[in-house]
Every structure is written in structure tokens, then in C-alpha cells.
């Protein structure tokens, strides 16, 4: 557990903070009065539900604000200096050299143009803190802190040529480039698989710990919170609920906003059992024997089979690169298996999207993980959802406008409210409801659900689970539900299929994969989930040995 700093140098104090937001020509009020102190050495986590200030306040911490935001009033104080009246050109040069961000999405995050080493020089070499190839050899020297591979090697390479938690990492080494006093961690290991977050919340705590900086941790998985942080906050619509050191926050809330976020994930589907060998009923979807391989590239997907039938959900798990979204590729025929089948209602379809039907297109969908770039944020709510309705159904004027208003019904949004407004003005949770609107919208009879609730706060996760189970039971609909969330997959999963390096190395019932003797991937996979104890990270890293998390998971 990381080690309270009570008497150490303070670095951040905030005192009253309001802020606001710009919204139909007029501004509202959107942080009220927060205090907050934070000393050198220290992590203080911010946690809550979606809306609740958390980026808005981590984000003022550097003296900055979005678009369409604006800090109304209180002082922020950044070791003795007060942020909220410095000049721009003060305060950006400030943030970088002393004050680092590291955003949820590093692949959004990081120039695809450039390669990480030299996105990494850039800060350094511009506040004259060191020459370029002394930024270089700094970089490969906290590439190795940061236990990435290749340390000498992986700079050079470009974002999309490693992984998500490689690149996830790389981001907080280019954020520790000019040893700043301050980073913000917002949600950085939301989208990682669990072997994978733990490489990089150790990594995070050694970094932190070496060099004595002080972060926000901001987060909504409260087992993750508990791991990283000497005390909590906790948020609600821009208020404080409470603050306590993180074993206190855990032992005993005090108040029942915090309990109800301690006791989410309680939605549990009932068991629904696959029909047995001697039924007739024929999969929805029969992937069988497939194999797959990228353009030039090495195989990817080897010997892949499993069934998928009407009214269940097959929960897909394993860590980044063992072939989950590879294999809703292969379905969905973005990418044509290069052998093996598969088959949808007994009938073989055919390898490319190209090549089939718009009936067979129609019949399977995706819904995304990250609704803010699935959807267009220029195009409207009803047309987004009208588009597939129009192209499959063939509907328009009055019947297509009352095939949306039936949808937004549907996933629970008030058609009146909803029907014209834009996605920039949803919430999170309301924009991945409309991308499940989009999917039904085409009348299907299979859904791939890729990562749907990774970036979701808990409390909305559980309302997207609790609405995908209810019209799962209303239309008879199919489920594939890609995850490396085990709690997710314990709530709404009927079968369970554990990949690994494209292959499948263990499938069966819920009730049956999460009892032992596991497979040892799949126990490793268990053992990785976070739980709610301050320790266990630390108890975790001892058990396995701190170097040898990434090759545990590889063996």
C-alpha cells in the first residue's frame, strides 16, 4: 500500500473551487467548492460516477479547463505560486516540465506520425532541460524502469506498432521526461486487460515512489483506487461526499452515496443453460476451425471454435493481443478467415462482408467501446439511429421517425429530450445507449459487444448490463461480449471462452469456468483482478515476483 505523506512538503492546496460550463448561452455552475491538499510523495485518488468533476478538477490542478469551461472562483496553489492569475504563457510552461497529464486513451493521445521516442525528446529538449540525445538515453533508462521491452529498441517505434498497455506506459514515461513534481493519471489503465494493468499500476507506484512526485488518480474502479492511493475523495455532481485515508475509505464510509458505490456490480444474470446435445436448435453463430492472419503478416487466430446460441451471451476473455476483436473481425467478415467457417443459422457465410447479403449483414452488429468516436459528434441522435433503419428496413418519413422514437424507448431515453440532440451533449452512458439503439436499429440477431462498459464509471456499467440483459430477454437476441472485465463477465455471461495468442485454451459454462482446477492462463487471468484490499497489489507483485508479471502472463 503506498505510504501516506502527512509530513511532507505540501505542493497543491485548492481552496473553494468553483467552476463552470458554457451551455445554451448561459453558464452553469458545474464544480461547487471544492478544497483539496496534496503533499510531495502523495497520491490522492478522486473517484465517483460519471459527471461527478473528477477530469474537470484534475484538469484545473494544472490551471487549465476545456472548452466551454471556465474556473469561476477559489485559489489554486502550485508550490507557492497561484495558478488561477498567472498568464498563459506562465502556466504552459509550467505544465509539461512540472506538471504532467497522463490521459485515458494513449492511442489517441500519442502523433501516429512520430515515433514515441521522439514524442518523448519533445519536452526536455524545448524547456532546455537536456540535449535531445541525452533525452534519448533518459528515455530508454525509464522505458526500462517502466519494465518495457526492447527498452533500447521500443522508442522507435511508432504508436500503433506496440500494444495498448506498452503504449499506455510509454505515455507515463514521456510524462516523467522532465521529472515534473505533479502528474494527473486520469483513468489511465481504464481499457487494459488485467495481466496488463497490473505491469502498469506497478510501474506507475515504482515511478511514483522513486522519484518522490506527488499525483491525482483519477478513477472509477474503486479496487484499482485502493491499490495506488494514500487517500480518496470521493465526487458527486461537483461536490465533495467525503475524504479519508484509503484504509479508513475502505473499512468504514461514512456516507451512502460512497456505500453505494462500494456495493455496485450486484446485477447477476440468472443462469441460462445452452440447449443440450440431443436438441435440434442450431447455433445463431458456429465459429468453426478458423484461422486468421494479417496482410503479410504471421498467423493470428489458430484452430478457433465455439458456438454462440439464441437468447445467450458467450463472454470472449483473455489479455490484449490473444484475439478477441481478431475474431469478431473474422465474424463480421472484416476479415476473411484464411481457413475454417463461419456459420450463421447453419448456413456458411460467406469470408468477406463484401461478398454477403444485406440480410446477413443486417443480422449481426457491434457495439462499440468508446461511444465518443463511434459516433459522429456532428450528426444528430435521430439520424444515427435512422440510418441503419433506413438502409435495412427501407423506412422513412413518419415510420422511420417513429422507429427511432420506439428505439429511444427502448434504451430507456425520453424520444422528446433525445430525438435532435447531438452526442457532444450525452453523458457517457447515455451515448453508449444510443450506440446500442444504432445496433438494434438494423433488427438483428447477433451483437458483438466489444469492451461496451471499459469505459463506463460502475454505477452506469451496471445500467448499460442491467439494459442489455432486459432486451436480450425482450428480442431473443445473441451475445458475443468481448471483456477483460471478469467482474462483467461474472455478471452477464452464460458461457465463458478464455483466449490466448489467438487460441482458445479453455471454454464452458460460467458456473463451471469460475471454479477450479482452472487452466493455468485462466487462473492467472482470476488472480489478476483487483480486489478491494490495499495490499494486494503489493501482496500480488511478492507472490509472483515484480519482473516476472509480464512473463507470467507470456507463459
Known sequence: MPTHANNAERLLKIRNLTIEGHSDDEWIEIVHGINLDLHKGEVLGLIGESGAGKSTIGLAAMGFTRDGCRISGGTIEFDGMELTTRPKSELRSLRGSRIAYVAQSAAASFNPAHRLIDQHT??????????????????????????????????????????????????????????????????????????????????????????????????????????????????????????????????????????????????????????????AEIPVVAVDAVDASYTRGAKVLHDVSFDIHRGMTVAI????????????????????????????????????????????????????QMA??????????????????????????SALKTRVEELLDLIELEPAQYYSRYPPELSGGQKQRIGIARALAAEPSFIICDEVTSALDQLVAEGILKLLDRLQSTLNL??????????????????????????????????????????????????????????????????????????????
Not at 476483436?325 to 448456413?347: D, K, Q, W
Not at 454477403?356 to 449483414?361: A, G, W
Not at 444515427?384 to 423506412?395: D, K, N
Request: aromatic letters at 6%; proline letters at 6%.
Open 122 to 279: 519533445e519536452a526536455p529538449v524545448h524547456y532546455d532541460i537536456m540535449s535531445r540525445s541525452d533525452s534519448q538515453v533518459d528515455a530508454m533508462e525509464l522505458y526500462e524502469k517502466l519494465r518495457l521491452p526492447n527498452p533500447k529498441e521500443i522508442g522507435f517505434r511508432y504508436p500503433h506498432q506496440v500494444s495498448g498497455g506498452q503504449l499506455q506506459r510509454a505515455m507515463t514515461a514521456m510524462a516523467m521526461a522532465c521529472r515534473p513534481d505533479l502528474i494527473v493519471f486520469d483513468e489511465p489503465t481504464t481499457a487494459l486487460d488485467v495481466t496488463t494493468q497490473i505491469e502498469v499500476l506497478a510501474a506507475i507506484r515504482d515511478i511514483v515512489e522513486q522519484f518522490n512526485t506527488a499525483a491525482i488518480y483519477i478513477t472509477h474502479d474503486l479496487a484499482v483506487v485502493a491499490q495506488m492511493a494514500d487517500r480518496i475523495k470521493v465526487l458527486l455532481k461537483g461536490d465533495e461526499v467525503e475524504e479519508a485515508d484509503t484504509a479508513t475509505m475502505l473499512r468504514s464510509p461514512r456516507e451512502d452515496y460512497t456505500k453505494s458505490l462500494w456495493a455496485v456490480r450486484s446485477f447477476q444474470k440468472p443462469e441460462n443453460l445452452r440447449p443440450d446435445a440431443s436438441s
Open 317 to 368: 476473455v483473455g489479455e490484449s493481443g490473444s484475439g478477441k476483436s481478431t475474431t469478431a473481425r473474422c465474424i463480421t467478415g472484416l476479415l476473411p478467415p484464411s481457413s475454417g467457417v463461419v456459420r450463421f443459422n447453419g448456413e456458411e457465410l460467406p469470408p468477406s462482408y463484401k461478398q454477403r447479403t444485406k440480410d446477413q449483414l443486417r443480422q449481426a452488429q457491434m457495439i462499440y
Open 478 to 555: 445473441a451475445y458475443m461480449f468481448i471483456t477483460h472485465d471478469l467482474a462483467t463477465v461474472r455478471s452477464i455471461a452464460d458461457e465463458v471462452v478464455v483466449m490466448k495468442e489467438g487460441r482458445v485454451v479453455e471454454q464452458g459454462p460460467k458456473t463451471v469456468m469460475f471454479k477450479p482446477p482452472h487452466h493455468a492462463y485462466t487462473d492467472l487471468l482470476l488472480s489478476s483482478v483487483p480486489e478491494m484490499d490495499p495490499d494486494w497489489l503489493t501482496r500480488l507483485l511478492e507472490e509472483r515476483g515484480v519482473d516476472n508479471i509480464g512473463e507470467a502472463a507470456r507463459n
Open 372 to 397: 465518443d468516436t463511434a459516433l459522429n459528434p456532428r450528426i444528430k441522435i435521430c439520424d444515427i439511429i435512422g440510418r441503419p433503419a433506413q438502409f435495412y428496413s427501407g423506412l422513412s418519413g
